[in-house]
């Protein structure tokens, strides 16, 4: 039988990084060297991991980086006063909160707190209400990358069916909104789908594009399909104990790709591109605030 092409993220995400290197160099030449700062308030080793791959992405580009870790311990108005720092050096164009921060620091206060022109996560209300309004900013870097694989992978989006699963804050809704959009690579139908939806299938079955992003493993298998159908996985699950551990998405692989026309892979999809599209964003940030037209 057929199986499903693999839209390649590390190979797309290889491209965007390139983009990304030839943006540095032209900052350079101008005298700007772009800055990422990230900010860590938080013991999960999960987040130490994130922020240190963060940060040698960064290194791989030309993006000069900055690690500021708060105390577990601190007062939270310690991590204010750290990001009202970052907000004032100008050496910094983008600054980076890893989410999520230790438990009783108020989040969205510090999202709110972060300047929206260095807001490269696109998670400041400003920047979100920039989204929905139509007049988008920094938009959130998984739904960006997101995105750009479905453009990489020939699917025409104006006017698709996009079944979104998963309708958090990070994911679901920026990437519903973005999709919604007016223009070339928007003006998707689109449905979002949440835990309490009726009937998962039926919505599933008659999308032309469908993205899961909803943290249970496998949860949408091949004959949930529509035959042909687009099919990015966002999930991350680690499933199994010792040796077994493995990497699962929200996408039963196995059964999807007999059915999909495309599918991404977990690990080597969307993941990479999340990563990528952060120093996009980075650049654009740096871009932005000194004045240069980067046209990317
Ligand atoms: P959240 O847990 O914040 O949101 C999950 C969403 O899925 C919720 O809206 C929830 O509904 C919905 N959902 C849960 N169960 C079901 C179900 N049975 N049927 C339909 N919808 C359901 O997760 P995130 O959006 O932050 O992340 C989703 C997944 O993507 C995770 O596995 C995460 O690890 C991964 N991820 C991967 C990234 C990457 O770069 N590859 C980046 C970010 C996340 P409700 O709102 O009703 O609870």
């Known amino acids: 039988a057929d199986r499903a092409d693999v839209i390649d993220g ?3 995400a290889a491209a965007v990084r390139e983009t990304v290197s030839e943006a540095v160099d032209r900052l350079r030449s101008e005298g700007v060297t772009p800055g990422l700062a990230t900010v860590l308030m938080s013991d999960d080793p999960a987040s130490e991991t994130y922020v240190r791959m963060k940060q040698r992405d960064c290194e791989d580009v030309g993006i000069e980086s900055r690690h500021v870790e708060i105390d577990t311990d601190a007062p939270q ?3 204010f006063e750290t990001i009202d720092e970052l907000n004032a050096d100008p050496a ?10 230790t438990e009783g620091v108020d989040e969205p206060a510090a999202l ?21 309004t139509g007049d ?3 938009v959130p870097c998984t739904p960006l990358g997101i995105q750009r694989l479905l453009i990489e992978a020939g699917v025409e989006i104006p006017g698709s069916d996009v079944v979104v699963v998963g309708r958090s804050e990070l994911v679901g809704k920026p990437l519903a909104n973005l999709l919604l959009g007016r223009g070339d690579d928007a003006d998707a139908t689109v449905t979002v789908c949440h835990s309490k939806t009726d009937d998962l299938a039926a919505h599933v079955s008659r999308a032309d594009v469908v993205v899961v992003a909803a943290g249970v ?9 529509a035959p042909g159908s687009t099919v990015i996985d966002v999930g991350i699950n680690a499933v199994g104990e010792g040796d077994d551990r493995e990497l699962v998405g929200d996408v039963e692989y196995e059964s999807a ?3 999909a026309g495309a599918i991404t892979p977990v690990p080597g999809g969307v993941g990479p591109m999340t990563r990528a599209m952060l120093l996009r964003n980075t650049v654009t940030a740096a871009a932005r605030q000194s004045g240069v037209d980067l046209d990317l």
């Open 77 to 79: 108005s310690e991590l």
């Open 217 to 225: 493993p496998e949860l949408v298998t091949g004959e949930m399909l």
């Open 92 to 101: 910094i164009d983008g600054i980076l909160i890893q989410r999520p921060l």
């Open 10 to 12: 590390e190979a797309v």
């Open 257 to 259: 790709s007999k059915v």
């Open 136 to 138: 988008p900013r920094f």
């Open 112 to 132: 709110r707190r972060v300047d929206p022109e260095k807001d490269v996560d696109g998670f400041h209300p400003e920047n979100v209400g920039r989204l929905v």
